[in-house]
């Protein structure tokens, strides 16, 4: 499997992708619903579904996992997924959305860093670089159609994209609120702000860890459109055909150049943000409070 990174990465999760996914549907094809012509064959994994449409070149990607939480696994299938998209040429353009309800994305699994072994930490979070990168440099179009709550690592997957648009519900705010949790944004992605909303707005949100409802996400840059939920699918594929009508190698060469460098600064140092990462999550302190978050969050849905 090609890497974003090169030779350094290998995740025994990413070697051994299939490993992971025996029992789902990933690399089977069937027709889409009310489909069956040329283009319309959906493919997938039991958390990522794919619904290409060969004709127009764009891939709708659902995330169909429980809260859309970032488990090893989904990132696994997000890799897959975006990966067999990237390799076939028929391919300009991914929407990528949620199948949840309410929620696009709720950020890292925490239960894949609360509890854990070092190793195990280190192997989760070298996935995540990894779909961040691939996302980051993805030669397609990728547009985010925000159907749901989309806090920190959720927030990473949609500032990944080209263009973001979010449903205008209240409830749905973006942002990056690690701090709120006692934790701390990673350079790259302190960077990927930075790009996004300038120096200014992005030290003012990371320190108060704020999530922004729709109004003040637009306001920002945060987002590029808000718009009422049911027109979330359709927004974005305007979206999409904006963005298709520039010839690719110009639209992909612009993108490298904007992107390389930030890029470039996790590449040359992954190793030691991966240690970093590890080394903070394991902390008793840290495990304590995300300890203690989770336990909140499960006993708020009682
Ligand atoms: C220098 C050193 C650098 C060190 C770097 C350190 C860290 C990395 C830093 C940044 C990277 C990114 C970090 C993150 O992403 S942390 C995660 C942040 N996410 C959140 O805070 C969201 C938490 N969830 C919610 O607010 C809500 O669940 C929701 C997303 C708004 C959805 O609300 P809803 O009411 O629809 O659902 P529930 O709350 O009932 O949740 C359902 C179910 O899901 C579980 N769950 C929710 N979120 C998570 C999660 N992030 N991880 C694990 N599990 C989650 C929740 O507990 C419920 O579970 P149950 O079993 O009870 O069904």
Not at 207 to 233: I, T
Not at 261 to 275: F, I, K, V
Request: proline fraction near 5%; charge should be positive; hydrophobic fraction near 40%.
């Amino acid at each position: 499997m090609a890497l974003a990174s090169g030779v350094r990465f290998a995740p025994r999760a990413l070697l051994r992708p299939w490993a992971l996914l025996r029992g789902t549907t990933l690399g089977r094809t069937e027709p889409a619903a009310g489909g069956g012509g040329d283009g319309a064959r959906r493919f997938g994994s039991q958390r990522v579904l794919v619904e290409p449409d060969a004709a127009s070149g764009v891939a709708v990607m659902k995330l169909r996992n429980p809260s859309n939480a970032l488990s090893l696994e989904l990132l696994t299938e997000l890799v897959i997924s975006l990966e067999k998209l990237e390799n076939d040429k028929t391919f300009r353009g991914i929407i990528l959305t949620s199948d949840c309800p309410r929620v696009f994305c709720a950020g890292l699994d925490l239960t894949e860093i609360c509890g854990r072994n070092p190793a195990h930490c280190a192997e989760y979070w070298k996935a995540m670089q990894e779909l961040w990168l691939r996302m980051y440099l993805s030669s397609l179009v990728l547009v985010a159609a925000i159907n749901g709550a989309c806090p920190a690592g959720g927030c990473i997957i949609a500032l990944s994209c080209d263009c973001r648009v979010l449903a205008d519900n209240p409830k749905y705010r973006i942002g990056l609120n690690e701090t709120l949790l006692g934790i701390i944004a990673p350079f790259w992605l302190k960077d990927t702000y930075v790009n996004t909303i300038g120096h200014r707005a992005s030290e003012q949100a990371l320190q108060l860890g704020s999530l922004f409802p729709p109004a003040e996400a637009l306001q920002v840059g945060l987002v590029d459109q808000v718009v009422p939920e049911d027109q979330v699918q359709s927004t974005a594929l305007s979206e999409m055909a904006r963005w298709l009508a520039v010839p690719d190698h110009a639209r992909q060469l612009t993108k490298n150049m904007m992107r390389k460098a930030t890029a470039d600064r996790l590449l040359r140092q992954r190793d030691a943000d991966t240690q970093n990462f590890v080394s903070f999550v394991c902390r008793d302190s840290i495990q304590k409070s995300l300890q203690a978050y989770l336990e909140k969050l499960r006993q708020r849905k009682g």
